[in-house]
């Protein structure tokens, strides 16, 4: 890229950090001294503004470049990331949606605090939602800094550290001062342009191709390198039965692990009913599966077109497939329209990572200060003072990550994004389905539940390979790692179903058959929903 190239990228980030901050300045005129003010935006969004916030929280810089370049290196078998966050978006929408909007206020702890004694439950659940969203920051973070340092020419240390500061001052400033109304406005004006990006990316591979995508796949196949069996599975994930297990393990993790995202469940109190909640979901689900099909249709687009050895040889993970695919869609390096196509892709990856980190930064604070704060605090606080907290612990959640960040630079993407995925369906949704379901569930087979899932995908991931044993391990030097697989997700989520019923069956605590009833009645109907 040349200066003048550069310089356009920086504009178009220039204007978009503008716009989000002339957003945020708005929101901010509105009053945030009530907790559901800031947690929710006074749950007056409709159904299909909530939808496409949905989607841009959900959308993230991994789906945008990490899928489509996992699709350009391993072809059928990157795909699995496609499906997997798509297919996910079901279980939500049968047994999530409706029920959480319905049995809870602001995060994932009511839910669970209708019919549980509340200070160990939101103690237990606050903590895993803190963990799980400090996890999926780190990752976007990580990427955000080693990604946009690469599009603005800077691939040394100090881009990326600056990178990684800038990101995680401005989601301080976005959820410090606009709260939930700012952040939504942010993930829908992410989400539009998200989606406008990746369709006139996708229409103009399938002009290329004439609009046969038969050709599209033939021509893959043929500049990847692995000819037909590019096409066919087994190629990152066939070679061993280890590897097949991880394959199972990264797509329980990915299926399951969306309904217990606390970024994702926050969204779900922003509208004002629990049929708004559902079609809140089904609008997601629409758009979110469009640009999943974008997704396939961009990796397979790059192999085809910039051809695999090239987005290997630019970034061995596939980050840059994406832009190296809109550069030569464009015109190549030499015309005008290819670096300008270039720049507003960058541009659009910005976006995206702005608004996801907003999201997760809010649904954290939110476990922080809502959660943890309310379970030490004296009897009769204000609620101005909760509220005063999540803007304290926003600005100490941002430090955190952008600490991690740093140091976890040499760190895969995809791994932090499994894990995060990994520790919701390990800690979150066992938890979550048993308060729902389960009449006998107790306190404590609840915060067993949490921890029987939490504990074990923590302490799997670092006793397993990608923590040490191999030259790519975080500690290459050392070998402990006595767990095989990388994603512990299909030892951890079992063990947070099981420790949650040895919980309830070895408690001598009698279940309240009143607050069930209610819960049930409150969850179905939505009688007595805030």
Request: hydrophobic fraction near 55%; include cysteine.
């Amino acid at each position: 890229m040349t200066g003048n190239h550069q310089s356009l990228v920086l504009v178009l980030f220039s204007v978009f950090v503008a716009v989000t901050l002339g957003i945020t300045t708005w929101a901010g005129r509105k009053r945030h001294g009530s907790a559901e003010e800031f947690y929710t935006g006074s749950r007056l969004f409709s159904p299909v503004e909530n939808g496409l916030a949905i989607a841009g929280d959900y959308m993230s810089a991994a789906s945008f470049l990490g899928i489509s370049g996992l699709i350009a290196l391993f072809g059928y078998d990157g795909m699995l990331y496609s499906v997997g966050f798509l297919v996910a978006w079901l279980v939500v929408l049968l047994l999530v949606a409706e029920l959480v909007r319905n049995c809870g206020r602001f995060t994932l702890a009511d839910v669970l605090a209708a019919r549980m004694r509340e200070r160990p439950v939101r103690i237990a659940a606050g903590t895993s939602s803190v963990i799980v969203s400090v996890l999926y920051l780190v990752a976007q973070m990580v990427g955000a800094g080693s990604l946009v340092a690469l599009l603005l020419g800077g691939t040394g240390g100090a881009a990326q550290t600056w990178t990684v500061i800038g990101v995680g001052a401005l989601m301080v400033v976005y959820v410090s001062l606009g709260g939930m109304r700012a952040t939504t406005w942010i993930q829908i004006v992410k989400a539009v342009l998200l989606l406008a990006g990746t369709l006139v990316l996708g229409v103009l591979v399938m002009v290329r191709f004439g609009g046969d995508f038969n050709e599209l796949l033939s021509t893959a196949a043929d500049n990847s390198g692995f000819g037909e069996a590019f096409l066919a599975p087994g190629l990152e994930y066939g070679g061993s039965w280890t590897d097949r297990l991880d394959f199972i393990s990264l797509g329980l993790a990915l299926v399951l692990g969306t309904a217990g995202l606390p970024h994702i469940l926050s969204r779900f109190y922003t509208v004002p009913t629990a049929r708004a909640a559902r079609r809140s979901v089904v609008w997601a689900i629409g758009l979110i599966g469009g640009f999943y099909l974008m997704t396939i249709l961009l990796g397979f687009g790059a192999a085809a077109i910039v051809g695999s050895d090239e987005v290997r040889a630019s970034n061995e993970a596939g980050n840059t497939a994406v832009p190296l695919l809109a550069l030569d869609l464009g015109g190549g390096s030499d015309s005008t329209g290819g670096p300008v196509l270039f720049a507003v892709v960058a541009a659009v990856a910005f976006a995206t990572i702005l608004a996801v980190v907003a999201g997760v930064t809010l649904s954290s604070s939110a476990s922080v200060a809502h959660d943890l704060y309310a379970s030490f605090r004296r009897a009769g606080a204000k609620q101005r003072s909760e509220v005063a907290v999540a803007r304290v612990a926003a600005v100490g959640i941002g430090v955190v990550s952008i600490g991690l960040s740093l140091l976890s630079g040499s760190l895969n993407v995809a791994f932090l994004v499994g894990l995060a995925f990994a520790v919701a369906a390990s800690a979150n949704l066992p938890v979550l389905l048993f308060t729902l379901f389960w009449r006998r569930f107790t306190t404590r087979g609840a915060v067993w539940s949490v921890y029987g899932g939490l504990i074990p995908a923590v302490a799997l991931v670092v006793f397993s390979p990608v923590v040490s044993g191999r030259p790519t391990s975080m500690f290459p030097g050392s070998d402990f790692a006595f767990f095989p697989l990388e994603n512990p997700g299909l030892i951890s989520i079992p063990l947070g179903f099981v420790a949650g019923w040895i919980g309830t069956v070895t408690s001598s605590e009698e279940p309240d058959e009143a607050k069930h009833a209610e819960t049930e009645v409150r969850s179905l109907t939505g009688a007595g929903a805030v």
